[in-house]
């Protein structure tokens, strides 16, 4: 792929326009008690003591107004300007919602340990899986247990400290962010003709259980924040021992 880097000048103005591909760096609080959620900052994470090992902390990239994001944040960015330090605060209702009391349920532990495979790993707000309903486990005592359906942060007041490190303009490079941003992999090659584009798959990729529903979506995705027309998805399988030198034989 080749273009210009897109990051802007410290202290250039930028307008957010929906479909904007932006380099986001963000710490994400709980607003009332100040506890650390989430960063894409290593220090940050070290500073709080919830870094984790082998995780590559790296900013979000999102498109400004693709409604990923919930809407209190996804406002926040629209308005906010590159390269310069933001705070913001979101209600409930702009975030997860508040806490619906019918999506708590109290049952027999007997029913819970027959949805659990290692009741060891059992903890409050562990994540469980309820005939096919996804909640967490919010109190357990002799013979009950609660479990929550709603988000974890539900009802959470939320606090975002962010900056938006680039804004990309290049348009090969918006596509390769997308990609990478919606995927989890690198390493792709992206060739434009006209409105066209064609993406060479990494091969990491091509051993993703998931990698046919990633396609159908990025598609979508390509089409709503870039504007393409055909796109084409190629794969190269290369042969076994590719990348071995002669002598290693």
Do not use: W
């Amino acid at each position: 792929m080749n273009g210009r880097s897109a990051g802007l000048p410290l202290g250039e103005e930028y307008i957010m326009e929906d479909g904007t591909i932006v380099h986001v760096d963000y710490d994400l609080y709980n607003a009332e008690t100040g506890d650390l959620i989430e960063t894409t900052r290593e220090e940050v994470a070290k500073e709080h003591e919830k870094h984790q090992e082998g995780r590559t902390y790296s900013p979000l990239v999102c498109a400004v107004g693709a409604g990923t994001l919930i809407a209190g944040f996804e406002d926040a960015l629209s308005e906010a300007k590159a390269n310069k330090d933001t705070t913001v605060e979101i209600s409930a209702e702009d975030a997860y919602g508040e806490k619906d009391p019918t999506q708590i349920e109290t049952i027999s532990i007997d029913k819970l340990l027959k949805h659990v495979r290692d009741p060891q790993s059992l903890y409050l707000g562990a994540p469980v899986n309820i005939s096919g309903r996804q909640g967490y486990l919010a109190y357990l005592s002799a013979g009950r247990a609660r479990i929550d359906y709603n988000h974890p942060m539900a009802g959470m007041k939320l606090k975002y400290d962010f900056k938006i490190v680039k804004v990309i303009e290049d348009r090969e490079e918006k596509i390769a962010a997308l990609l990478e941003s919606n995927t989890g992999h690198t390493d792709f090659v992206v060739e434009m003709d006209g409105d066209d584009v064609s993406i060479t798959i990494p091969q990491t990729m091509l051993f993703d259980t998931n990698a046919a529903l990633m396609k159908f979506r990025l598609v979508t995705t390509l089409r709503d924040s870039v504007e393409v027309n055909k796109v084409t998805f190629m794969e190269v399988h290369e042969p076994r021992g590719f990348g071995a030198s002669d002598e290693e034989e």
